[in-house]
């Protein structure tokens, strides 16, 4: 378990959006795909636009561009539904290739393609600049409810060490000969998931004494240190926000014209 | 560590304790102990004899149906209950119980913050505590990327973080590689602070403590000098006690004295 880096999501640089705090970016990313949100899907240009944008953050935080691609891959189930959309939605059919496909549908296959896809590669991006604890303070200083924030911390704490059970337990259930195959076989496993449900309960009661033990009281106390920021730093993490705002209001107005 | 003033009273005085867990187990049935300020007991017990329990009693985790504990002239009760918590330790059996911060840094922390340390005060006690077990450089770390003997250390500096009275240990040395079990001897032997340490590994008894306490069946049943303890094959054998392979302590030689 001592091995390897956790954050499978994480690149390790300096670039300058690496250095920006966490909440901050939090607040830039969560503000730009909400512009990407509501960008009308018939202004292709301000999609392109968006997509300029996030591509020079990438490039200025240093994260390799294959690396964000093959991470994107989580967005491919939605993907399967956008492809659908065109065969199965009613309305104007045109022929590509062929086969007739609905436009309303190919708009719609559009929208959530661009929008799943730049909405990924910020939330990405971000992940990639910023380390999980960061993360979590920055939403703790963006005053989400620090309940939340604990209960997201010890998950990410807890995580290796129940994975690790959950290793270990295979691995003796093969040292004794197991091997499922076939759906009968499944009592073992699901005995073994109830075995770890109680044992991670356990484990929770002892971190609870151990943390009672050092004299908590219900909260957590505040972070060792509170970095500054800097206008420097607010006015380059407001860069991003600013282009989606402005492109998107632009393809609003432009929309409401056509 | 030990403010002069408090010499004169004992670090722990435990009267007549008792205790039942919720399904009708006596874990506890009367113990009575008494720790002088600046001693290293080891507490020795077959399994199931009540030892964890009475290291979780000795800091409020579990409160006694019945007895009395008395740290360094505080007696335990709601009242004092935060204040106990400061001077009793614990270092639990799994470091992985104890550490749930994301950095070693703000695990150390987390004790003395609650105490309401804030700024320099806290920075110093962090760099005191990690300084005093050897990890000053894991600070940064994250406690699950550690080795179990590191782990362990850290988890000794949490507690210390807090300056405590007393030093409870539970099975310090269980699971550690030799180099790392040697690592922690040194650790615990060079600290001030009077020490109860839980545990089977009898080499850490006769090389850290020199006295020894055995509980059974929820009792106290032996208490005195490590060395002529160790030595009394009946007692050990009573309570399903085992000197390792080849070690006798009466022949144990090259041991700088217990302080």
Redesign the interface.
């Known amino acids: 378990?001592?091995a390897g880096?956790?954050h499978a999501l994480y690149v390790h640089e300096h670039s300058p959006v690496h250095r920006l705090p966490p909440e901050v970016k939090i607040a830039a990313a969560f503000t730009f795909v909400a512009c990407v949100a509501v960008t009308p899907r018939e202004a292709v240009w301000a999609f392109a636009i968006h997509a300029v944008a996030l591509a020079g953050v990438v490039r200025l935080a240093r994260v390799p561009v294959r690396f964000l691609l093959t991470r994107m891959v989580v967005v491919v189930p939605f993907l399967g539904v956008a492809v659908l959309l065109p065969f199965v939605a009613v309305g104007d059919r045109i022929e590509v290739v062929g086969i007739p496909l609905a436009v309303e549908g190919l708009w719609g296959a559009w929208n959530v393609v661009a929008k799943a896809g730049l909405g990924a590669a910020t939330s990405l991006t971000l992940a990639a600049t910023t380390e999980?604890?960061l993360l979590?303070r920055g939403l703790e200083r963006l005053r989400v409810p620090s309940v939340l924030t604990q209960i997201a911390?010890?998950m990410?704490?807890?995580l290796?060490?129940v994975v690790g059970e959950v290793q270990r337990q295979r691995i003796a259930m093969t040292a004794r000969g197991y091997d499922p195959r076939w759906l009968w076989q499944v009592r073992p496993i699901a005995t073994s998931a109830g075995a770890l449900f109680i044992r991670s309960y356990e484990?929770g009661e002892?971190?609870h004494?151990?943390?009672?033990?050092?004299?908590?009281?219900g909260a957590m106390?505040?972070?060792?240190d509170e970095p500054r920021t800097t206008t420097r730093q607010r006015l380059l993490a407001a860069t991003l926000p600013l282009v989606g705002l402005v492109t998107t209001t632009a393809a609003m107005l432009w929309s409401r014209g056509t | 560590m030990t403010p002069a003033t408090e010499h004169a009273l004992p670090a722990l005085e435990v009267e007549g304790l008792a205790f039942a867990y919720p399904d009708g187990s006596e874990a506890l049935t009367g113990i009575d102990l008494r720790v002088a300020a600046g001693e290293r007991v080891a507490v020795l017990g077959p399994n199931g004899a009540g030892k964890t329990t009475l290291a979780?009693h000795l800091?409020g985790?579990h409160r006694a149906a019945r007895g009395r504990i008395t740290v360094a002239g505080a007696t335990l009760e709601d009242r004092t209950l935060?204040e106990l918590?400061?001077r009793?330790?614990?270092v639990?059996q799994?470091p992985?119980?104890?550490l749930?911060?994301?950095?070693v840094?703000?695990d150390v922390?987390?004790?003395p913050?609650?105490?309401g340390l804030?700024g320099d005060d806290?920075?110093h006690r962090v760099a005191y505590a990690l300084a005093a077990v050897g990890c000053e450089a894991l600070a940064e770390r994250?406690?699950?990327?550690?080795?179990?003997g590191e782990r362990r250390r850290v988890a000794i500096a949490?507690?210390l973080a807090?300056e405590p009275d007393l030093l409870v240990l539970d099975e310090p040395t269980s699971n550690l590689d030799p180099a790392s079990r040697r690592e922690l001897v040194t650790v615990l032997r060079s600290l001030a602070v009077t020490q109860l340490v839980v545990t089977h590994d009898l080499p850490l008894v006769l090389e850290l403590c020199p006295r020894t306490v055995v509980i059974d069946g929820g009792r106290v049943v032996a208490d005195g000098d490590t060395s002529a303890l160790l030595a009394d094959t009946e007692l050990l054998a009573a309570h399903r006690l085992e000197l390792p392979f080849g070690m006798d302590p009466a022949t144990v030689r090259g041991l700088p004295p217990p302080r």
């Open positions: 378990m001592g880096h956790a999980v604890p979590l911390a010890f990410v704490r807890y290796e060490v484990r002892r971190v004494a151990a943390m009672l033990a050092r004299g908590y009281a106390p505040p972070p060792l | 979780l800091n985790i935060p918590r400061r009793v330790g614990l639990f799994d992985d119980d104890q749930f911060m994301p950095t840094r703000e922390a987390f004790g913050a609650n105490l804030r806290l920075h994250a406690p699950h990327h550690l080795s179990g949490t507690v807090m």
